[in-house]
């Protein structure tokens, strides 16, 4: 995937932040929508508070609760190969027992294990990072996950940061680090077939495709959410769920009243549509016609993105592609989608709030609408 052209910078605030992080989308989507936006970081994506997913037993494998088809079986946060790094993120393990961490689950699961791998640390270097991805070269299996390090506040890194002990990153450095990663990864075979995500030999996480592509899931455990209609308590619309984050609250409520779900809420045809378009962009298929219909068949992605407006300049400055295949960002675009999602959910917002009166007049039998389409949508 290549853009036809080296497209303009992107103006305003994220024009250099072409770095993913666990909150950046969900902050713009939250700014420009008004309402939060689903995170695309369920299961071992999501920000965990539970001491069992972030450390786990020193130096073993982790297993990750995938289906049985899933390619990926394993996945390992050794996040980084250098001992003061570790120490810096406040890590029990060595680098040193990261290596034999993934040689261990390679062995047990050839060709299936996932590395996950960190980057922007305060004080790391370009050329200490470009270090990091030749060793992680040598050591990975087919699947890396990369992310840009989040300063969660109330951590003591965090901490260090803000008073100065430690310096914040600057936007063109973590910029230049993802490029960078992304080339490398490239030249050695993998696809970057997700923002954060690359994989080889066909290795994608079908696991985490279902967040992406708006399937139906359903959330275990303390912190996750979910996406389904609830067909056995009578439901014909998809909820979001979202389970109790605290990992002792959780467990006490299941055993009380049989479940941890915090809250749960019915989404609109406008909230649905846009998960479908701030999660299925991230991908390097993007967003397919077909995927689309389930969720607005009476609205294509060519009725709402393809006349003139934000998504048709987006198109000609090289970010974005709308062909006979769907809606999907260039190699350039996938790298800064962030600064994207504002201009492309204004443009659905407007479509629908201005095609809403027409639908409402369509005979009812063909405005079954999103209700009957997302309960065809299994995940």
């Keep these: 995937m290549a853009a036809p052209h080296t497209p303009r910078a992107r103006s305003g605030p994220t024009a250099a932040s072409a770095a993913p992080t666990a909150t950046s989308t969900r902050t713009w989507c939250r700014r420009w929508t008004r309402r939060p936006c689903a995170p695309a970081w369920c299961g071992r994506h999501r920000p965990c508070s539970a001491s069992a997913r972030c450390t786990g037993e020193k ?19 050794p996040q980084s190969l250098d001992d003061a790094e570790l120490r810096m993120l406040g890590r029990d393990h060595t680098a040193a027992e990261a290596r034999k961490a993934v ?43 990369l992310y840009q390090l989040t300063l969660e506040r ?12 430690l310096p914040r990153p600057p936007q063109d450095l973590l910029a230049d680090m993802y490029q960078t990663a992304r080339n490398v990864l ?43 209609v609830p067909r056995a308590e009578g439901g014909c619309s998809r909820e979001a769920r979202v389970q109790t984050l605290e990992p002792v609250t ?32 991230r991908t390097d298929e993007g967003i397919t016609h077909e995927r689309w219909g389930h969720f ?19 198109q000609q400055e090289g970010w974005l592609v ?13 790298a800064v989608l962030d600064s994207l999602l504002p201009d492309l959910l204004w443009q659905l917002q407007r479509v629908l709030v201005r095609e809403g009166p027409r639908r409402k007049k369509e005979p ?15 995940g």
């Design 59 to 77: 130096g073993s494998p982790r297993r990750s609760h995938r289906s049985s088809r899933d390619p990926l079986v394993t996945v390992l946060p």
């Design 322 to 334: 709308l062909d006979g295949g769907g809606l999907r960002c260039t190699w350039a675009g996938l």
């Design 364 to 378: 009812v039998a063909g405005a079954q609408g999103l209700s009957a389409a997302t309960m065809d949508n299994n």
């Design 154 to 165: 109330g951590t003591a890194l965090a901490a260090q940061v803000r008073g100065g002990a």
């Design 103 to 145: 040689e261990a689950a390679r062995g047990l699961f050839p060709g299936r294990t996932s590395i996950d791998l960190l980057f922007g640390l305060p004080g790391q270097s370009r050329d200490a990072w470009a270090q990091r991805l030749e060793a992680i070269l040598r050591l990975c299996d087919d699947h890396i996950s």
């Design 186 to 228: 490239v030249a050695a075979g993998f696809r970057h077939y997700e923002v954060s995500n690359f994989a080889r030999k066909g290795a994608l996480s079908t696991h985490n495709l279902s967040y992406w592509q708006a399937d139906q899931y359903i959330g275990v455990g303390p912190g996750a959410h979910g996406r389904f």
């Design 250 to 281: 959780w467990m006490r409520e299941v055993q009380s009243q049989g479940h941890g779900t915090r809250s749960r809420a019915v989404l609109s045809p406008l909230e649905q549509l846009e998960e479908l378009l701030t999660l299925g962009l």
């Design 296 to 314: 607005s068949p009476q609205l294509s992605l060519q009725a709402v993105f393809g006349e003139p407006g934000e998504a048709r300049a987006l």
